[in-house]
Each structure stands twice: as C-alpha cells, then as structure tokens.
C-alpha cells in the first residue's frame, strides 16, 4: 500500500509558524518531487510549494514566497514545509502529492495524502 501522510498542522495566531511533515508509506521518496497544496471551503486547490526529486530545485506560490520554505529529508523518507508570518488567509487544507522526479509530473500522480488542517485566526 502505497501512501502519504501529513502531519503537523494546528491553530495558529497572525504571525505565527507551524511545520508541516509530508512522510511516505510503503514507497521511498528518493526519486519523487514533492508538491503541497491546499484548499479552502468554497475555493479551488491551489499549488503552494513543490521540491524536485534531487531537491535542487524548488518553486513556491506567489502569494507564499518569503514566508514558506520547503525542504526534504530523503533519509527520513519526509518532506517539510515551514510557514512563518502566517497569515488568516493561509487557512486551509493542506495535502501532500508525490510526482516521479519532477514538479511537472504532479498532475498525473496517484499518491496523495489525507490533508491536515491549519487554521490561522485570533
């Protein structure tokens, strides 16, 4: 059984940070890009942050970039997301997908994780 799951996320005040965990099961991630995404009531899933297979290369959402940082750990078998300076409209589903080597292969991948909330409010 092939799967991901993410951990990590919680409530959280305006400013705040949480570290979001993308482990794999029954697979190694050594050769999958890892992607992050996320989804609010009403609103359509967008893409936030994704890591290469290699980890040289990365590409975060316009609306992210200098808050989140993503990293892997391939002897863990994890990959991370750190959120800093968080924000209300941060508040949302956040799921993991895995794609053979490249972010570009997202769009085909059948692993996804079962989404873990972060919410960011007062």
């Known amino acids: 059984q092939l799967q991901l799951v993410e951990s990590g996320g919680g409530l959280v005040q305006p400013g705040g940070s949480l570290r979001l965990s993308c482990a794999a099961s029954?697979?190694?991630?050594?050769?999958?890009?890892i992607g992050w995404f996320r989804q609010a009531p009403g609103k359509e899933r967008e893409g936030v942050s994704c890591?290469?297979?290699?980890?040289?290369?990365?590409n975060y959402a316009d609306s992210v970039k200098g808050r989140f940082t993503i990293s892997r750990d391939n002897a863990k078998n994890t990959v991370y997301l750190q959120m800093n300076s968080l924000k209300p409209g941060d508040t949302a589903i956040y799921y993991c997908?895995?794609?053979?080597?490249?972010?570009?292969?997202?769009?085909?991948?059948?692993?996804w994780g079962q989404g873990t909330q972060v919410t960011v409010s007062s």
């Open positions: 890591i290469s297979s290699s980890g040289g290369y990365t």
């Open positions: 029954g697979f190694t991630l050594d050769n999958y890009a």
């Open positions: 997908a895995a794609g053979y080597l490249y972010c570009s292969a997202l769009k085909a991948s059948d692993y």
